[in-house]
């Protein structure tokens, strides 16, 4: 075990969601601004800790300090950004239709709609984001949000880390006065431990950030229940970069700079990684790969996450590199130790490609895997071939949009992200954010798993049909005493 924590058992997880389901009892009643209160709080205890959850959170990941400091502002600000959404309040979408009694041939009832929380929601932290996609990362922010208990299962590669978040979210669940166990951590490497946590009878949804195997697993689990419940998994992404050819001949060595840069960025370690990029064969795509080669070359190698993420990446590097048909262009001259990666740039043509469906698999770090095709419609073919992405990128010009529309009228069938001359590495907190896509980007394309949407994948639509106004949730009364948007007889209004 990579932990000191004792291991959960499948008794103590089914008592951990009965508590967290008594828990929702009390805390879907929260106010708005009690519930907004509390995440700000829980925002204020993680930064109260200092550099403290810096230092611990690099000895067991291996990050830096600067990287980290960013995370944490970056996990802090989507706390502070749900409280924000919650106070605004068109995020619960309160819809009314007023009744028509006198309508022929039949008449209208009332009809009253918005959102309502599914109930407690289990979290599975995740490696390459101790503190975004973790503790008390994005999923437990958005899941609090929609007011549902969240039980998070401590990713054990950051065990410790995980448990000085939780500590804080323990403090902020005191100061606000919130039930105890709004909030419940455990710790589990077994298999047997995560099915537990899907299959306990109250749990309500997961959300998992991970491999394509582990996020299909819980899919998988939540099928076998009884009563199936919602599964948002993460999972595996190449997100394929295509290089246009007016891009490629007037600026190739800045795209070769941009894009080494992307590849290596963090050991390659982040779900949208260019694992994949696509180029026609031309005098220009060389000139391209020289340049990429000599980015890449110059790379000091780092260590990654853990070992269990070092020893895939060699395993499956090594094993594309093996196919048929696939030429290492280059990989970083300096030496590596321990569990250090070397960054790896390698080629194949878009024949071999696609025959060869190992090749359309995710190398999860510093790896991506140019496809050099024979004209447009063979990259059109090597583009369809691969499964859903989180994103993908078209490096051109103006020019090139314009000759290329087959190809750009693809793009929305294949990622949930589409990006113009940039890179996909960095994902924006915001309200326009998509991070998800088509599987097995994720399991379900609707949702993402970024910004406030993410409130989303936690919350079911009620309809309330001819109810007294006293009765009705405040959202949805004529007086609308909470002051937000709403849609009225197809009118928006406040």
């Given amino acids: 075990m990579a932990n000191s924590f004792k291991e959960a058992s499948v008794e103590e997880i089914n008592q951990v969601m009965q508590r967290s389901y008594a828990a929702f009892g009390i805390y ?4 708005i ?7 700000d709080a829980i925002a204020q205890e993680i930064e109260a800790l200092g550099d403290a959850l810096l230092q611990k959170a690099s000895e067991e990941t291996n990050l830096p300090i600067g990287r980290l400091t960013g995370e944490r502002a970056r996990t802090t600000g989507q706390l502070r950004m749900f409280a924000t959404m919650l106070r605004e309040g068109s995020w619960i979408e309160a819809t009314i239709d007023t009744a028509q ?4 041939p039949l008449p209208k009832p009332d009809l009253r709609k918005m959102l309502i929380p599914l109930g407690p929601v289990v979290v599975f932290g995740a490696s390459n984001f101790p503190f975004a996609y973790s503790t008390a990362g994005g999923d437990t922010a958005s899941a609090l949000a929609g007011g549902c208990p969240v039980v998070v299962k401590a990713h054990p590669a950051h065990a410790k880390t995980s448990e000085m978040v939780y500590e804080a979210i323990k403090k902020a669940i005191a100061i606000c006065h919130m039930p105890a166990d709004v909030f419940q951590h455990v710790h589990g490497t077994s298999f047997e431990s995560g099915k537990a946590l899907v299959q306990a009878p109250h749990t309500a949804a997961v959300g998992f950030t991970g491999s394509t195997a582990g996020g299909k697993a819980l899919f998988e689990y939540s099928a076998q229940r009884e009563n199936p419940i919602p599964v948002f998994s993460e999972m595996g992404s190449i997100n394929p970069v295509i290089f246009l050819q007016d891009a490629l001949q007037k600026n190739t060595a800045e795209l070769a700079v941009q894009y080494a840069g992307s590849i290596t960025l963090g050991m390659g370690q982040f779900c949208t ?58 990989q970083a001259e300096a030496t590596a130790h321990d569990i250090e990666a070397l960054p790896i740039i390698a080629k194949v043509s878009g024949e071999t490609f696609l025959q060869n469906p190992l090749l359309h698999e995710e190398v999860f770090g510093p790896y991506s895997l140019l496809v050099s095709c024979r004209d447009e419609q063979e990259l059109i073919a090597v583009l369809k071939s691969v499964s859903g992405q989180l994103t993908t990128t078209i490096m051109g010009t103006e020019k090139d949009l314009t000759d290329h529309p087959e190809l750009i009228d693809l793009l929305p069938s294949i990622a949930g992200r589409i990006l113009f001359n940039g890179v996909p590495t960095g994902v924006e907190v915001c309200a326009s954010m998509v991070h998800g896509g088509p599987s097995p980007a994720t399991t379900d394309s609707r949702f993402t798993a970024v910004g406030i949407n993410a409130v989303k994948r936690w919350v079911r639509p009620v309809c309330y049909q001819n109810w007294p106004d006293s ?8 007086a609308n005493p909470l002051g937000i948007w709403r849609m009225v007889d197809n009118v928006w209004k406040k």
């Fill in 28 to 31: 879907r009643k929260k106010s």
């Fill in 33 to 39: 601004e009690e519930k907004s209160t509390f995440l």
């Fill in 101 to 104: 009694p006198d309508r022929a």
């Fill in 471 to 478: 009765q009705l949730p405040q959202a949805l009364q004529n």
């Fill in 273 to 330: 990684n260019p694992g994949l990029m696509l180029a026609v064969e031309s005098p220009a795509l060389h000139e391209f790969l020289e340049h990429l080669s000599a980015g890449i070359k110059a790379v000091q190698p780092a260590k990654m996450l853990h070992a269990g993420i070092h020893t895939a990446y060699q395993k499956k590097s090594n094993a594309a590199l093996k196919q048929d048909g696939v030429s290492l262009v280059e």
